[in-house]
């Protein structure tokens, strides 16, 4: 069965400074990796998505995730954080084929931001 | 634009009354998805519909029932809400790719009370 870690419930960091939210995954065959945002009686919102091709991808509002096939991760990366960008992030992964194409998503992580 | 809508954003229901959520999306997406969540814990997958083929998570309870009518809609219907069917139940849509599945698009969710 196809699983995914986000190892941190809560990640703090200072305004300006980068963050880091940690996904590893386990999938037969190759994988399909999603970060969606959810902030407060919201639905998960789209950031990013690596399908096929760079192993680095960019998503919306600055952030950025690598792919690392050995790994088996797909960290969530952004050089300046924003107060803005407090809110829970969930990793999710489904396979292209081998597995189940329905996604697994890991249990996100609170990411907060200080002024 | 295009979106998925959830009406109504906020239910109350009496313990043991009947409620239907409803889902609409404009994405002419194939697959749609009903979600449930606690707490600002992981989405728990209720069930999903692949075009028209319903697929019934194996631990959602039979108090749970969906329906799709056609492409663009889809029905939470909750037999009997107890106490523990509190939660934002979250509706999703995505299209599939060669074997796998696309970006899910969420609508912004209802709120369920059960007094």
């Known amino acids: 069965a196809q699983s995914v870690a986000q190892p941190e419930d809560q990640v703090n960091v200072a305004e300006g400074n980068p963050l880091t939210v940690k996904c590893t995954y386990s999938v037969s065959g190759n994988p399909y990796l999603f970060w969606y945002v959810q902030y407060p009686n919201r639905g998960l919102q789209f950031l990013l998505k690596y399908i096929t091709g760079d192993n680095l991808v960019k998503g919306s509002y600055g952030f950025e995730a690598e792919f690392n096939k050995s790994q088996t991760s797909f960290h969530l990366k952004k050089p300046s954080a924003l107060v803005s960008d407090s809110a829970l992030y969930f990793c999710?992964?489904?396979?292209?084929?081998?597995?189940?194409?329905?996604?697994?998503f890991g249990r996100g992580t609170s990411l907060i931001v200080h002024p | 634009d295009a979106m998925v809508i959830q009406n109504p954003r906020y239910q109350v229901t009496q313990f043991g009354k009947p409620v239907t959520l409803s889902c609409s999306q404009t994405l002419n997406h194939n697959v749609m998805y009903w979600y449930q969540q606690k707490s600002s814990q992981a989405p728990k997958l209720l069930f999903h519909?692949?075009?028209?083929?319903?697929?019934n998570e194996a631990d959602t309870p039979d108090n749970f029932q969906s329906r799709r009518p056609n492409t663009s809609f889809c029905f939470l219907d909750i037999r009997s809400p107890g106490l523990g069917d509190a939660a934002m139940y979250l509706c999703a849509t995505s299209r599939n790719l060669a074997g796998g599945i696309d970006t899910q698009y969420f609508g912004p969710g209802t709120r369920l009370t059960v007094l």
């Open positions: 519909y692949y075009d028209k083929d319903f697929n």
């Open positions: 999710a992964v489904s396979a292209a084929s081998g597995g189940s194409y329905i996604p697994t």
